[in-house]
């Protein structure tokens, strides 16, 4: 019988990323808005921050590429 590697406990990326303040501060949005998955509440905080109202990243790139 082949002996089987135990896994590494399962390590939140998330969680290693973020300080602690900021990792706080996700669990609660998460909890607030009725997410079960980090990965669901960190992908609707992404498209809000980068994909906000006025889209203000593309216009600043924009402006950025069309300099000499």
Known sequence: MIAMKSRAPYRSEVKTRLTDEAYAEFQLYKE?????????????????????????????????????
């Open 32 to 68: 607030a808005n009725g997410y079960h998955s980090e990965a669901a509440a960190l992908s609707t905080i992404v498209e809000k921050f980068l994909l906000g109202a006025n889209h203000p990243l593309r216009s600043i790139v924009r402006r950025e590429s069309d300099k000499p």
